[in-house]
């Protein structure tokens, strides 16, 4: 079998993703363009349109016959939630992570993720659009896609002729956008014994790769020491494979990470439309979804089978410095490596670092005194500022050094 998609994959890269694969780009579409529909009314966590996304889901794994794996011989898994900053403060709920399970009888277990929720029309705080409540923010990469990419393994892996040599736990969580909340609940109680499981495989925002120079990045290396020979398999001049060693980030594969469990996050890039009613389905580029499947796939079909992949643990970006922060830049940065400095991958409308006149794509090498290396030293410079304050922000654009004076 690895032998066979090896000669299959890299006939298909050198014809520039576009060749036939077992993924189906019109299938990702479908599954795509309901979840992100306005009937679903962008999937607020416990919502009645999360609840359409979730009956859509079940009826899948039932279609394929996988076994439920949430709770009480059930496919769902409820849990409480409550909004607002950190968890507190905003309304409060029950919403549902959706398990299934393809029994293949191995030793071990890989498990398969997404979230599938997103903002709703707006209510809880979370939207990067200045007038955001009342507007249906229909999430069509965040994350319609990477749940499409869930559904999208879990037909190919359950109906494959050919029997894979591990079991596969396919889940779709909910409150990801409130804080990894559900993936925290599943990690805490799961469906399967996680003893068993030897890795954790996550996508979030993966419908985006770009036509031009398409690169695909995937975080989590550094916690098991196949994975960085294996991902080297699949670098090509078609795909760029951009990787970084942290088991933590922003997306539902630190709460298996936290399990001692290797990980691995794949994610085509933030762009403009991030957590905005824009993120629709026209900008999908659902064959470079497929590539992002069908590299996957091949990961796994690296995979040992007489072993448990070894756990490693990684350094992190702190994921809770921003709550001592007093001012904000006003940017999405990249948390994956391969730069000196902090990417930005998107600049948010009317804050400092838009006023200022940042770009998408600038990469920052200095605040104020401070110099700029990566996440971590981004994350320390921050809290070294008041409000109302002023610094000269040094970014690296297209080679030239530029100086931005931002008042936070």
Not at 48 to 74: H, Q
Request: charged letters at 25%; proline letters at 3%.
């Amino acid at each position: 079998m690895k032998q066979l998609f090896l000669i299959i994959f890299g006939s298909f890269l050198m014809s520039g993703l576009s060749a036939q694969t077992w993924f189906h780009a019109d299938t990702i579409m479908k599954h795509i363009n309901y979840l992100a529909s306005e009937e679903l009314q962008g999937r607020g966590t416990g919502t009645e349109g999360e609840k359409l996304a979730s009956d859509y889901i079940v009826s899948y794994f039932k279609n394929w016959k996988l076994k439920p794996a949430g709770e009480n011989n059930d496919y769902l898994q409820e849990f409480d939630f409550e909004a607002g900053v950190h968890g507190q403060g905003g309304r409060k709920g029950k919403a549902n992570n959706v398990a299934g399970y393809l029994d293949n009888g191995s030793k071990f277990t890989v498990v398969i993720g997404a979230h599938y929720d997103h903002l709703g029309t707006g209510i809880d705080g979370h939207s990067l659009d200045p007038h955001s409540e009342g507007k249906v923010h229909n999430g069509a990469d965040d994350n319609a896609s990477g749940t499409a990419g869930v559904l999208e393994l879990a037909r190919y892996f359950s109906t494959n002729t050919e029997k894979e040599p591990f079991n596969f736990l396919f889940v779709c969580f909910s409150g990801e956008e409130l804080g990894l909340l559900g993936s925290a609940y599943y990690s805490e109680h799961p469906g399967i014994d996680l003893k068993n499981v030897t890795c954790m495989i996550n996508m979030d925002m993966v419908g985006r790769l770009k036509q031009d120079e398409p690169v695909l990045e995937v975080s989590g290396i550094g916690t098991a020491p196949e994975w960085k020979s294996i991902l080297e398999k699949f670098q090509s001049k078609a795909l760029k494979i951009q990787m970084d060693s942290a088991g933590v980030g922003p997306s539902d594969h630190t709460s298996f990470y936290n399990k001692d469990i290797p990980v691995l996050h794949f994610f085509t890039g933030t762009h403009s439309d991030y957590h905005k009613p824009s993120d629709d389905v026209d900008k999908i580029n659902a064959e470079g979804e497929e590539a992002v499947l069908m590299i996957i796939s091949g990961i796994i079909a690296q995979l040992p089978v007489d072993r448990k992949l070894e756990f490693l643990k990684t350094r992190n970006p702190s994921m809770n410095s921003s709550k001592s922060f007093k001012v904000t830049l006003g940017i999405m940065p990249s948390y994956t490596g391969g730069t000196d400095g902090l990417k930005v991958e998107a600049v948010i409308d009317d804050k400092p670092a838009f006023k200022a006149g940042m770009k998408d794509g600038d990469i920052i090498t200095k605040i104020g005194d401070n110099e700029i290396h990566d996440i971590q030293d981004y994350m320390k410079a921050l809290g070294k500022f008041e409000k109302g304050q002023s610094a000269i922000v040094t970014v690296n654009r297209n080679g030239n050094l530029v100086e931005l004076k931002v008042t936070f």
